[in-house]
Every structure is written in C-alpha cells, then in structure tokens.
C-alpha cells in the first residue's frame, strides 16, 4: 500500500511539474503579445531547457516569434540587432525540422503564414515571413543610409528565408559584390539560375564577373558565359565576354569563329573590332589588322585603342622597311633605299593623326608624348619637336630622354 501511495505521489509530481512549464511557455506567450518581450524571451528559453517542453516544435516556435518581435524592435541595425535575427531563423528552421518538414501540419501553417498588408494583427503571420519582411526592410534602410556592409546582411537573411524572392536573393548577391562578400555573392547569383521564367541575364553578369576577376578562373567564367548564350544568343555583352575569354585561354580559332559571328549581328562593335584586329595580327596578318583597327576609329573617332593600335601598325610597318633599308647591299642601296625611306616617311605620317588623337585623349600619358616626338624628328617637323620636347621636359625633367 505505502509502494501505492508513494507512485501515485511521483506521478503527481511530474504532472505537476509538466504543467509547471507548459504555464512558462503560456505566461511566455502572454508576454509577447503584451510587447513585454524580455520577460517573454526569459520564460521561453527557460522552457527549452526543460525536457517535457523543449523538444517541442512549438516552443521553438514561440521562441522564434519572439525573437522576431525583438529584432523588430531594435532600430540600430547594428550586427547585434542581426544575431536576434539570425536567432529566429534557427529557431523557425528548427521549428520545421520538428514537424519533418511537413508544411501541411498546423505548426507549419502558422509557422509559414503569410503578412497580409492591411489586414488586422490576429491574421497576419508571425513566422518565417514575417521575419524576411523585417529583415528587408532594414536592409532598405541600412541601404539608404549608405552602409552597404549591413545592407547586405539583412538582404541575405532576408534572401536564406524566401529564395523565391529573386528580387530580394538579386539584391543579395548585388550588395554583396559591392562590399567585397564576392563568395557569399555568388551563391545567391547561382541559386537564380535554377528559377524558371526568371531574367537571368544580369545574374550571369556578375557570376562571369566574379569568376573571372575575383577567382581569376577564365575556364569557370567561359563555361559560365556558354551556357549563359545558350538563353540569350544574341547578347553583345556576352557576345564580347566570350571572344575576351577565348583569347584569355588561347582558344584562337574559336575566338575567330564568335568574333565572325558576332559582326554579322554587331558590325560596327568597336571592341568586337578591336579583337579582330588583334586575331588577324597575331596570325600574322598586318594589313587585315590595321583595317579593323581603322574600323574602329571610323566607327567612334575617340575610341582610344582603335587609334593606338592603328598607329603602332603603321609604326611597325615603317620600321619593318627601315630594317629592310638597313640591310640593302652596297649595290641596291642608291637604287632602292630612296624609294623605301619615302615608303617609310609616308607610313610615319599615316601614324601621326591616330597618335595625336590618342595623346588628346590622355594627355597624362607621356609613352605616347615620347612617340609623338620621335615621328615629329622622323618627319623634321622642328616647331613640334620643340613642343614635344618642352612638354616632356615639363613632365620627366630636362634629361628625359637619357632614361
């Protein structure tokens, strides 16, 4: 009879003390929706710790509501305002693991009930949505205030409990390239590509940006603007980032065949242009690469490249003769050289307007300051000399040319 008694009493007790804590978790609920949120997030944390209420999905539930009103509330938006974000995301994310990720269950519903604009408190959701919507827009408002670094915090947790919301994970991956987070960045940019019916174009932008100058991997960045052409064949972005590439990786003769392809859609592309010259060029074809480069220059006049490399070929066929010059018998000398020196002269002058352009254009640059003079002495155009002279004296000192 005493063994009786004595488990009834133990039953009592652990009933009592069951009900004790699922009083914490009510009183914890109570205070939350007076606004007392410390006292609220007390109790709470103190029902985790028991055993008969800390595994349930609702606590976790109640504890992420809370901390979701808390980091409403704090209006530093400081990484401190972050961790109670941060803190409720683990807590509904725990919330969803204890109902098997079953999002049909009651918790769940609560859980990912949605917040209606100008509906009343009791129907809008307190969950994960309503936790994203805070998180956004502090994110908006570090935005506006110029601190990116926060910016991109809030936008990425924002982005980790809504990735449908390509406006948001857009803005993720955007804020993060900005503030050096190139890695993290990418993994939002990635995550829109899976996203049907999405505009993906500027997502591949930065990834191939990042690939290419963050990671310095031109294979990653090529397959990446391959498989971006296949959705947007007649981009001239991509157009021009796949002919770049190619040349990165010596693909010489599929640059070629983009490069050709891409004129047929894009004919007067300077720097598709550029690129042709350069190809014919280095396959050793002098004159069909100064043809492209004089295509630039017709296209757009104050294209800089396109008037630099048009002089440096003209500069480099007229050295080309002179060496030829230069090497004449005793017994060709009088009858060619003449003949060839005025060839040469005349691909100095032919040099001289693309130059004096470029030199325009960066009138800081003294490489081209030191050509410039160099035709002019070429050609005996003394009064240029002199101004060529005293500018580079100006810039390098009086001794510039002994460097």
């Known amino acids: 009879m005493k063994k009786l008694i004595l488990s009834l009493a133990l039953v009592g007790i652990a009933t009592t003390l069951a009900f004790g804590q699922k009083k914490v978790v009510k009183s914890a609920e109570r205070n939350m929706k007076r606004g007392n949120l410390e006292d609220a997030y007390t109790e709470v944390q103190s029902a985790l710790q028991d055993p008969e209420t800390g595994d349930l999905s609702t606590t976790y539930l109640l504890k992420g509501k809370i ?89 990425a947790l924002a982005a980790d409990l809504d990735p449908k919301d390509t406006s948001i994970v857009f803005n993720a991956g955007y804020t993060g390239n900005m503030v050096g987070e190139a890695q993290r960045a990418k993994k939002y940019f990635t995550s829109l590509l899976d996203i049907k019916d999405y505009n993906k174009l500027n997502a591949y ?28 064949p007649d981009d001239k972005g991509l157009a021009e980032f796949e002919i770049q590439l190619l040349l990165q990786l010596d693909k010489m003769d599929e640059a070629m065949t983009s ?46 490249e396109g008037n630099y490399y048009a002089g440096a070929l003209y500069l480099e066929k007229a050295r080309n003769i002179i060496t030829e010059v230069n090497n004449l018998s005793d017994d060709e000398w009088e009858e060619k050289s003449p003949i060839m020196v005025k060839e040469a002269d005349d691909l100095y002058a032919d040099a001289l307007p693309y130059f004096t352009r470029a030199s325009e254009m960066r009138p800081d640059n003294t490489d081209i300051m030191e050509i410039l003079y160099q035709i002019h002495t070429r050609l005996r155009n003394e009064a240029k000399i002199e101004e060529y002279n005293k500018k580079l004296s100006d810039l390098l000192g009086p001794d510039w040319m002994e460097r």
Do not use: C, H, W
């Not at 808390?70 to 969803?96: I, V, W």
């Open 67 to 155: 901390e979701t009103m808390l980091f409403e509330a704090d209006s530093s938006n400081t990484m401190q305002t972050l961790d109670y974000g941060q803190s409720a995301k683990e807590s509904f994310m725990t919330t969803f693991e204890k109902e098997g990720m079953d999002s049909t269950s009651k918790v769940s519903k609560d859980l990912f009930k949605e917040v209606l604009p100008d509906m009343p408190e009791n129907f809008q959701g307190q969950g994960i949505y309503r936790l994203k919507n805070a998180s956004f827009n502090k994110a908006i408002d570090r935005y506006e205030d110029d601190d990116m670094e926060m910016a991109f915090e809030f936008f």
């Open 205 to 232: 932008y930065f990834l191939i940006q990042i690939a290419s100058a963050e990671d310095n991997d031109p294979q990653e960045a090529y397959r990446l603007v391959s498989q971006a052409r296949e959705t947007y």
């Open 259 to 304: 490069i050709e392809s891409a004129l047929k859609n894009d004919p007067e592309n300077t720097a598709i242009l550029l690129r042709y010259g350069y190809l014919k060029e280095k396959s050793g074809d002098i004159d069909g690469a100064l043809t492209e480069y004089k295509k630039t220059v017709a296209v757009d006049p104050e294209f800089f």
